[in-house]
Every structure is written in structure tokens, then in C-alpha cells.
């Protein structure tokens, strides 16, 4: 097939600049480059296209490549990840095909606390939650329960999220309400602190679902007593992950009903939340077998060695497999 890559850059560049999977590794776009090669390998004929700022050069593009499908890689407009759902917004006007999910659910998902309002009325185990208005902050939280956890209500890839998120008493939690308003300018979400273990559960597909093998994160030196939780630097610092022992695996010890809980409860988000294409649900399992959902993830790392691929490997299926098949969830 004819395929037009789309992925969002922090500065303008030449509408017509090619990209290999070399040159986006050296700009550090690990997820863009696996996708490249891995497409050009599959024997499709890839072109590429950053987006920055300018709607026009997407729409010329488009004209121009005529594609059979947009594989669509971007998370951003003008730098502004608020503007995500605008992308393939205007690849449905154009009558496009696009990889992915849509509008409605990446509308849905960035905003944490509508996605939780969303699943409450399912019943969806959810942490007891409240939101902090950016234009009318919350100045009490006394009836709260505490440790909390807070956290931007918008962003993405734990940004926002360290150490100080963990709050222990109200004083705590709104030190870190009026820290998170005024840096990232947006609603906060305050939500019960889940003790238990972290895992991710992805899902492939629009119509039929394939849920993968969970994927667990591990704090193998963080003392006993500290709470454990994925933070920027968890997430994305490979120093401070090898100083704490912090990786990425197959979930451990699950028994079979508990995994059967979870194809279940995955399906069931990924569909309420309007996702498709791909997805991962983020969840806590604690210690006496209730699963918490945190959060939904529509279009999550591609990258070969993130939790996704690496589910899909541990479910039998190589990457090659993977990315094609994601080419034809293509709506």
C-alpha cells in the first residue's frame, strides 16, 4: 500500500524534507523510526511528513501522496498536545483512512477525569477521585482520604508526575494542586493512592479485540516501605531506572481468573472509551485482588521495545506482524 507516515516535530521544517529511520533515531523518534523500517520492510511505499504548525501543508500533502492509508504517529500541533484530536479530526473530513483512534476517543482519554466520570457510570473500580479547576482551585481537602495521588489532569507520559505527587495529608495535596496549576496550566486530578502492583494490558484491534499478555512494572531496589508508582524519571531516565532497579516485564504469578478479569475489564474500557486500533489499560492489582483502572492509553508506544510491542511478542506475534496489523485496523 501507499503509506504517508505522520508525526509531529517541536519546530517548522521543510514540508518536503524525507526522513529515514536513521536520521528520526538520531532526533531521537525511536516509536517513528521502528514504524519506518518496519513498513519499508513489509515492502510498502512509505513517504514521511512532520507536522509542525501549518494545516495547509498537511492538507497539500495529502492531495499530493494521495495515501491508502495515514499511519498516524503524531501527538501534537504547534507543540501542543491539547490539539492531538485535531489531527485525525481533519484526516476524517478529507475522508482519509488513518491508523488509530479517532477524535471522540482521544478527547475522552486526555481528559482523565471525564474518562473516569465515563467509567464510573459502568462501574468501573475506580480510586475515589475529585478534580482541581485551573480557574477555581479547590482550597480544601478535608473530607479527602488519604495518601493521594496527584496529577495533571491532561498530560501524558507521566509528565508531571514525581515523587511529590504522593501526598500524605491535605496540606501536602494542595501544595502540589497549586504547583501543578500554575506549571502546566491545566486541571488536577486528586485521586485515592491504590497500593498494590502496576499493570499494563494492551489491546489490538476495531471490531474484534485481542487483548495481549499483561505487562508489569518492577521496583526491584525501592525499599519495602516506599510507595511505588511510575513517575517521569520511572518511566523515561535510564540512570535513575537502573539505580532503582526499575524495569518493565511479563506480569508474575497472575492466576488464570485474575487474567480472565483483566482480557475482560480491558475489553470493556477499550470499547466504552470509544478506542481503536490499539490501546493499553493502566491498572493497579492490590495485594488482596481487586483491580483499580488508572487510566486508558488510545495510540500508546510503537516503539519495538515498549509495552506494547513487547505484549504482542509474548502473545506470538513478531513485530512485522504487529505493525501490519495495525495498518489494517486502518478506518
Known amino acids: 500500500m501507499k503509506i504517508l507516515v505522520l508525526f509531529d516535530v517541536a519546530r517548522r521544517r521543510d514540508p518536503h524534507e524525507t526522513?529515514?529511520?536513521?536520521?528520526?533515531k538520531q532526533e531521537q523518534k525511536p516509536t517513528e523510526a521502528d514504524v519506518l523500517q518496519c513498513l519499508q520492510r513489509l515492502g510498502h511505499d512509505v513517504e514521511t511528513l512532520a507536522v509542525f504548525d501549518d494545516v495547509t501543508h498537511i492538507v497539500e500533502r495529502l492531495r499530493a501522496c494521495a495515501p491508502d492509508v495515514v499511519f498516524n504517529l503524531s501527538e501534537s500541533f504547534h507543540h501542543d498536545r491539547s490539539h492531538e484530536?485535531?489531527?485525525p479530526a481533519l484526516l476524517e473530513l478529507m475522508k482519509v483512512r488513518y491508523t488509530g483512534s479517532g477524535a471522540d476517543a482521544l478527547l475522552?482519554?486526555?481528559d482523565k477525569a471525564l474518562a473516569k466520570k465515563v467509567l464510573s457510570y459502568h462501574r468501573v473500580r475506580l480510586p475515589r477521585f475529585v478534580v482541581s479547576h485551573r480557574l477555581s482551585p479547590l482550597r480544601s481537602l478535608k473530607r479527602f482520604t488519604y495518601p493521594a495521588f496527584v496529577k495533571p489532569v491532561c498530560?501524558?507520559?507521566s509528565d508531571g508526575?514525581?515523587?511529590a505527587s504522593f501526598v500524605r495529608d491535605e496540606g501536602e495535596a494542595i501544595e502540589r494542586i497549586r504547583f501543578i496549576h500554575q506549571k502546566f496550566e491545566c486541571d488536577v486530578l486528586i485521586e485515592a493512592y491504590i497500593e498494590?502492583?502496576?499493570?499494563y494490558v494492551s489491546v489490538l484491534g476495531t471490531r474484534r479485540l485481542t487483548v495481549f499478555p499483561p505487562r508489569e512494572i518492577f521496583f526491584e531496589h525501592v525499599p519495602e516501605d516506599v510507595p511505588k508508582f511510575a513517575t517521569f524519571h520511572a518511566k523515561w531516565n535510564e540512570s535513575y531506572r537502573k539505580k532503582w532497579g526499575i524495569t518493565n516485564g511479563p506480569a508474575k504469578d497472575l492466576p488464570p481468573a485474575m487474567q480472565k478479569s483483566l482480557r475482560k475489564l480491558a475489553r470493556n474500557v477499550y470499547r466504552w472509551l470509544k478506542i481503536r486500533g490499539f490501546g493499553r489499560l493502566d491498572v493497579r492489582l492490590t495485594p488482596n485482588g481487586e483491580l483499580f483502572v488508572i487510566e486508558a492509553n488510545p495510540n500508546p508506544s510503537l516503539a519495538q521495545d515498549e509495552d506494547f510491542a513487547q505484549s504482542a511478542a509474548a502473545a506470538g506475534m513478531n513485530y512485522d506482524s504487529l505493525i501490519q496489523a495495525i495498518l489494517e485496523t486502518a478506518y
Open 108 to 110: 475522552l482519554c486526555k
Open 19 to 24: 526522513f529515514s529511520a536513521e536520521s528520526l
Open 85 to 87: 484530536p485535531n489531527i
Open 161 to 163: 508526575i514525581s515523587k
Open 196 to 199: 498494590g502492583r502496576e499493570l
Open 155 to 157: 498530560e501524558e507520559s
